[in-house]
């Protein structure tokens, strides 16, 4: 099983980045997927997640109408869009897959906001 995120980086206050997350070694389709970010000294939050079928996302307060959450199922892949980026989503974000009692984890991406 691989859960691998790309496309973090350093972008400066208000501009966009996507974060991409690409699964292997388990059925994708049947899986919830969602983003999860951690700064230092904080818990590691849910920021973003989506249903199996892409039918149903979720977001947390903070990042709601900023962020979009999409999947791709032909490609095993899920993105999160993030856009109007202020210093405090500075994290690693992490990706996660889940169904039933499974669950797999990404390594984590930097996402650094700062000008």
């Known amino acids: 099983v691989q859960v691998v995120e790309s496309g973090g980086g350093l972008v400066q206050p208000g501009g966009s980045l996507r974060l991409s997350c690409v699964a292997s070694?388990?059925?994708?389709?049947?899986?919830?997927m969602s983003w999860h970010r951690q700064s230092p000294g904080k818990e590691r939050e849910l920021v973003a997640a989506i249903t199996s079928a892409g039918g149903r996302t979720n977001y947390a307060d903070s990042v709601k109408g900023r962020f979009t959450i999409t999947r791709d199922n032909a490609k095993n892949t899920v993105y999160l869009q993030m856009n109007s980026l202020k210093p405090e989503d500075t994290a690693v974000y992490y990706c996660s897959a889940k169904f039933l009692d499974r669950s797999y984890w990404g390594q984590g991406t930097q996402v650094t906001v700062s000008s």
């Open positions: 070694g388990f059925t994708f389709s049947r899986y919830a």
